[in-house]
């Protein structure tokens, strides 16, 4: 990986370790991702009691497991940090534009250790229950490692892409191969060399590993079952007159990140609809965007999510884009998405369609001859079979809710999330669900998250529950719960604000529609990160409104 200087000193560590976990803690944090790490932060700095609990070795969070070849940042990593401390802006240097997954543990790392959070994260550690019980007022948390824990805060810093959607193929335990989850990947890596490869997907992790796994591999088999759009990352090293200039001008960015409808200070917002501009004006905007890099392509209209027709101008340029750069006519066509753009999340990429000029590079349309079952020699579709030694699984992850159901959690009266949540999340602003009293989910449904740069929506959650927490302790109450007409009338308006996006009608994990079985809904909040907070803060200037507080 690439490391230039990072880090050149420590500061601000104020807080004494005292965390056994047979006394009752002030608040157990699930999860030591960026959301855990900076909720452990706060909490100590109130003077808490808290300890997290972390099913990886390290922390990181989806980071920790997704080390698949190619994975790295797609939003650019100047953004992707946390703002919450000058001393860590000026602290940290990234070395490029999209720093790699191992950058970024690094940077996890770093932020841990500075400011001496380690002491307070038990890992190896996953949790498997949390109950409320209603007469002490206390979550009772237990894991798989045999810990019980007890804590007045419940906080869910679990992740929004974590649960990873793992194979359901008939006869995969006949595959004589080695397989393995990009949301999974062994630490030691994989060994491509020589070796025929399946890799089944063609979303941002797919997009990501295919042009490195191409370069090892001795063959390398893509399945792909619905085109998605791509844009160049346009990469690179970042100059260290780039890097002063972003270091002294963060008040700036975050400022404009916060009034950024993605949270994003570096992505200029188009200003006018797709159809008021001529087509040479539209032609120059796109190749501007599409020569810069990043996700800034799918911002140069205000239309783009919300008016087909302008959809189509964008798509249409990315096609073309498609067709100019693959060779193969038949393979550029099958790459060229059908779907809405924007619809399922676009993908950020180095090289994915030039990959597809390599001689040891083939795709498969599993979209008009589906997958059957996995045989011992590799994959049998309807089409014929695909003999391979290792099959990469890139399908995703059952986002924003699956994290959450996977542990028992249970509120007032034994009631259970997951079947509160049957029909889809219930939450008032993605915060809190009625039941389920002094619990927390950061970037939980219902709120911004994945539809923002991640790090804002995450540090406007964990700022927000530490000053709710305040709050509570400040009036001497106990609990906090959402109340059932807030959070029902939150739950409606989710959707309803959703439906005027295009992104509504689209098969994606937005509305579940990966996941078999899962009742569609649109998980996040569309409606912006600005509006989004003001929102909040109105709850919190009328005497946290739509909660009860007792
Ligand atoms: P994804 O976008 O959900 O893509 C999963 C892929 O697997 C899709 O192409 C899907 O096809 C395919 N698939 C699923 N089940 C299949 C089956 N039974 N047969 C054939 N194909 C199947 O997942 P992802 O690529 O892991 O990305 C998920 C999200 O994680 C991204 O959208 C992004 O938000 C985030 N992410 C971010 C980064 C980053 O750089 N920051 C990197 C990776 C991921 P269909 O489209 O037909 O369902």
């Not at 000026?90 to 940077?107: F, G, K, L, V």
């Not at 006519?329 to 059908?338: D, F, G, Q, V």
Request: charged content about 25%.
């Amino acid at each position: 990986m690439t490391t230039s200087a990072h880090s050149t000193s420590t500061f601000t560590t104020a807080h004494s370790k005292d965390n056994n976990h047979s006394d009752t803690l002030d608040a157990l944090i699930v999860g030591a991702g960026f959301a855990g790490i900076y909720m452990l932060y706060k909490l100590l700095n109130l003077g808490l009691k808290v300890q997290v609990i972390e099913e990886g070795s390290g922390v990181g969070g989806t980071w920790y497991w997704n080390r698949y070849p190619g994975a790295r940042c797609d939003v650019e990593s100047m953004e992707y940090s946390y703002s919450f401390s000058k001393e860590l802006l000026q602290d940290w240097t990234w070395s490029h534009r999209y720093s790699t997954q191992a950058e970024i543990m690094e940077y996890a790392n770093h932020v841990v250790d500075t400011f001496g959070l380690r002491p307070y994260i038990k890992f190896n550690t996953k949790a498997r229950s949390a109950h409320y019980d209603e007469a002490r007022k206390e979550w009772e948390i237990k894991t798989d490692a045999g810990d019980l824990y007890r804590a007045h805060y419940n906080i869910m810093a679990t992740g929004t892409l974590s649960s990873v959607n793992r194979p359901r193929f008939e006869g995969l335990d006949s595959f004589k191969g080695e397989w393995y989850l990009t949301g999974r990947w062994p630490k030691e890596g994989v060994d491509f060399s020589g070796k025929r490869v399946g890799i089944i997907g063609t979303g941002s992790s797919a997009v990501q590993a295919t042009p490195v796994i191409a370069e090892q591999a001795g063959h390398l088999t893509v399945f792909q079952r619905t085109a998605n759009y791509s844009i160049p990352a346009r990469n690179e090293p970042l100059g260290a007159e780039e890097i002063d200039d972003i270091k002294a001008n963060y008040p700036g960015i975050w400022a404009r990140a916060t009034k950024s409808r993605v949270g994003m200070g570096f992505i200029e917002l188009g200003t006018k609809g797709a159809l008021e501009a001529t087509p040479e004006e539209r032609e120059l905007e796109f190749s501007k965007r599409w020569a810069k890099g990043g996700a800034g392509f799918g911002a140069a209209y205000t239309d783009i999510l919300s008016n087909e027709a302008a959809n189509e101008t964008a798509a249409e340029y990315v096609k073309a884009k498609i067709r100019e750069i693959v060779r193969d006519p038949i393979t550029a066509k099958i790459l060229s998405p059908e779907i809405t753009l924007g619809c399922k999340r676009m993908c950020i990429d180095s090289g994915y369609y030039e990959a597809f000029n390599r001689d040891n590079v083939d795709l498969v349309d599993v979209g008009s001859a589906p997958i059957q079952r996995l045989v011992a020699d590799g994959i049998q579709t309807t089409d014929g079979e695909y003999q391979l030694d290792i099959i990469v699984f890139a399908m995703g992850f059952d986002a924003l809710t699956g994290a959450l159901n996977a542990i028992d959690i249970r509120g007032r009266s034994g009631m259970a999330l997951r079947d509160k949540w049957a029909d889809g999340p219930r939450t008032y602003l993605g915060l809190a669900s009625e039941g389920f009293p002094n619990m927390f989910t950061i970037t939980g449904p219902g709120s911004p998250s994945v539809l923002s740069n991640v790090l804002r929506s995450i540090e406007h959650h964990v700022d927000w529950i530490t000053d709710c927490i305040t709050f509570i302790k400040n009036s001497e109450c106990s609990e906090i719960e959402a109340n059932f007409t807030a959070e029902d009338e939150w739950t409606q308006h989710v959707e309803d604000v959703a439906k005027d996006t295009l992104r509504y009608k689209c098969d994606s994990w937005y509305v579940g529609a990966n996941i078999p079985g899962k009742k569609r809904v649109f998980l996040p909040y569309s409606g912006g990160l600005p509006v989004y907070r003001e929102k909040c803060q109105d709850v919190v200037s009328k005497g946290y409104e739509g909660f009860v507080v007792s």
